[in-house]
């Protein structure tokens, strides 16, 4: 299954007015009846099953009629919205080549008008985890309205807040750009994921920086929560940035220790091995004993969280409110438990297929106008898995 933006071009007002009413449905309904469809598009001149038919063509919808007639948006309908919108804003003009498959994302290069390379992160939100995705709807239970799409677009909005400060407070992260749905426009990082990293020129100052950022983050309130290898970009400069937040949390967070030192031994332990870097811990009972570094010397979590905290209730007040922050940490809290390494699939494969993309060149999308129609989901409830940096090892 391709993302094959090509499509775009040929998709009529009716078509996204369709598919936008599908995604409107979904607020309250897993599969939307076909019947509501049509209430919620009201074409002028009728011709939403036709339209309907045509979306399943390409994809972009699913058909269920275990129930009832209905449709459900699939992830590439979910993502032409997104691309569609953002593109009627003028932030992309085109997408090209597929940049990375994280666990629960993908990564694009996409184009601006200007011609600058910018990088747009799809949230998968379920994709891996889509069994503890399922096992949280106990917890949502009185809400009819959970699903995979609010959870991909609410960690896209928890991500793109929180790069947005991080960048404000002077953190080596990428530029964020513009979020719409699950979709997060950020300034393309010239690097490689330090895990493809096998030398470096000065991997103590790396390593320095790395850890330095951790300190900062906490210093300002936050914990990063996957801080790895695999969300630390080197350039050949050997300039670090750091990705992927939508797992972040708070130093008030009541598993805020344990988190941090998890990022703290995940980057000593990539610097031990890949870099042969050894640590001196320190023996002296008379340099040991103080409170406000760890035996390694690094400053504790304990000395850095008691003058912590003001970004993290910065962010509370942006568009990522308390509430959001609070729903992803109660996920976030149950899954760190859950341990079990062999993730099922996705049971629903047709769901996960319909999200494999493969682009091929740049395609520029020049699309018929139509007013922007934003998906304000009013649903409560959000899961964001938890990454731990045992995941690549
Ligand atoms: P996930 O949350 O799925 O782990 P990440 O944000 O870590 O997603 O991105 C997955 C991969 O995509 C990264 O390891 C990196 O290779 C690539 N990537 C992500 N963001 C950028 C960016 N801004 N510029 C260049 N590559 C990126
Ligand atoms: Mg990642």
């Keep these: 299954m391709k993302l094959d933006v090509e499509v775009l071009r040929y998709l009529s007002k009716d078509d996204f007015r369709v598919l936008t009413a599908v995604e409107m449905g979904m607020r309250n309904h897993e599969i939307v009846p076909a019947e509501l469809i049509d209430r919620i ?7 939403t099953y036709k339209v309907l038919k045509n979306l399943l063509k390409h994809k972009l919808v699913h058909h269920d009629s275990s129930k009832y007639d209905g449709f459900r948006l699939t992830y590439l309908g979910y993502d032409f919205l997104a691309i569609k919108t953002l593109v009627n804003r003028g932030v992309i003009s085109s997408v090209g080549r597929k940049l990375g498959t994280g666990k629960e994302s993908d990564i694009y290069e996409v184009a601006s008008e200007d011609g600058t390379v910018l990088a747009m992160k799809l949230h998968r939100l379920g994709r891996v985890s889509f069994r503890a995705v399922k096992s949280k709807r106990d917890y949502l239970r009185h809400r009819s309205s959970f699903n995979w799409l609010y959870l991909s677009r609410l960690a896209a909005l928890k991500e793109f807040a929180f790069m947005k400060a991080l960048e404000e407070h002077g953190f080596p992260v990428p530029n964020a750009v513009d979020c719409n749905r699950h979709c997060v ?12 990293v096998k030398e470096l020129q ?15 983050l906490a210093e300002h309130g936050l914990i990063h929560c ?4 695999f969300n630390i970009m080197i350039d050949d400069d050997e300039k670090v940035t750091v990705i ?7 130093v008030s967070h009541r598993n805020a220790q344990m988190y941090f030192d998890r990022d703290v031994e995940c980057i000593f332990k990539f610097f031990q091995k890949r870099f042969n870097l050894s640590f001196q811990v320190s023996t002296d009972d008379n340099e040991g004993s103080d409170a406000d570094t760890d035996e390694t010397g690094w400053p504790s979590f304990s000395s850095i969280s008691k003058s912590s ?3 993290d209730k910065e962010l509370a007040a942006s568009g990522f409110s308390r509430k959001d922050q609070e729903d992803i940490e109660k996920f976030i809290e149950e899954d760190i438990d859950d341990t079990d390494s062999d993730r099922e699939e996705s049971e629903d494969k047709q769901f996960v297929e319909s999200t494999e993309a493969n682009v091929k060149g740049l395609s520029s999308l020049h699309l018929e106008e139509q007013e922007e129609q934003t998906s304000n989901s009013d649903e409560d409830g959000v899961e964001v898995k938890q990454r731990s940096c045992e995941a690549g090892q």
């Design 309 to 311: 905290g003001f970004l």
């Design 244 to 250: 992927d937040f939508p797992q972040m949390v708070s």
């Design 185 to 196: 426009i950020m300034s393309l990082v010239q690097g490689y994921p330090l895990v493809q």
């Design 202 to 216: 000065n991997p103590e100052t790396i390593f320095e920086t790395v850890l330095g950022v951790i300190v900062r």
């Design 226 to 229: 996957d801080f790895n290898e």
């Design 41 to 47: 598009a009201s074409l002028k001149h009728g011709g």
